[in-house]
């Protein structure tokens, strides 16, 4: 299994430029998650998932859209790029979303401009 | 409003060494308590998984302490390697949903 897998890697946008950070689980999870990670903060939950069709606001959803057509994808898009949304972006997903464990992308690192 | 405080911020310890890395949380319901590893430039990678009724947990040279009446925990790493290297983080769960809250974590330097 390939597990999470996240492209890109990296991407330097302009402000007010838009893009979609893919994410892709071969587990089979229902579960799934975009969280951003800010220099001394704990990661935050941007959007979520619990099953494909299903999709629900986290803590710091402006700005960001979301959509979970099939079971193994979970794009995020960002509509209008902004400054503050300069960060890692993490992907996550998991069997359930309580007591299991989350497996996590490698990342993107996004640089707005 | 729940939040998870993680110390020290940084740690510096020579290889071979022990160390143990605090929790504390102010979360409400509790489901359970997590600590990941996150290499720079990686994603976390989960170490353990408390729940209520687990008072510690252990995976290889990490052990995880949970205690729910005062709401901290800590992870201790025994016999340090410079892989160790990282930063941890401390994750509650409260009993619904997607709620996790994530500590800012405490980076971890092994010196050889």
């Known amino acids: 299994n390939a597990g999470v897998t996240q492209t890109p890697k990296f991407q330097v946008l302009k402000t007010g430029q838009s893009m979609t950070l893919q994410c892709a689980q071969d587990?089979?999870?229902?579960?799934m998650s975009w969280y951003r990670q800010d220099p001394g903060m704990g990661l935050r939950l941007i959007h979520y998932?619990?099953?494909?069709?299903?999709?629900d606001q986290g803590e710091v959803p402006n700005g960001y859209n979301v959509s979970r057509s099939t079971t193994e994808d979970f794009p995020l898009r960002l509509l209008s790029a902004a400054p503050s949304q300069t960060s890692v972006y993490f992907c996550?997903?998991?069997?359930?979303?309580?007591?299991?464990?989350?497996?996590f992308g490698p990342g993107t690192r996004l640089t707005v401009t | 409003k729940n939040q998870v405080e993680q110390s020290p911020q940084s740690l510096i310890i020579l290889e071979g060494k022990n160390c143990t890395l605090q929790?504390?949380?102010?979360?409400?319901?509790?489901?359970?308590l997590r600590w990941y590893k996150q290499d720079t430039g990686r994603g976390p990678v989960s170490l353990t998984i408390?729940?209520?009724?687990?008072n510690t947990k252990s995976n290889g040279r990490y052990t995880a302490t949970l205690d729910a009446d005062t709401k901290q925990s800590s992870l201790h790493i025994t016999a340090s390697q410079l892989s160790d290297s990282a930063s941890y983080i401390c994750?509650?769960?409260?009993?619904?949903?997607?709620?996790?809250?994530f500590g800012p974590g405490t980076r971890l330097s092994v010196l050889p």
């Open positions: 998932s619990v099953g494909a069709g299903i999709t």
């Open positions: 996550a997903s998991s069997p359930q979303g309580d007591s299991y464990e989350q497996y």
């Open positions: 408390m729940t209520f009724s687990e």
């Open positions: 587990m089979n999870h229902e579960y």
């Open positions: 929790c504390n949380y102010t979360v409400s319901p509790f489901s359970n």
């Open positions: 994750v509650v769960s409260a009993d619904y949903g997607q709620n996790f809250v």
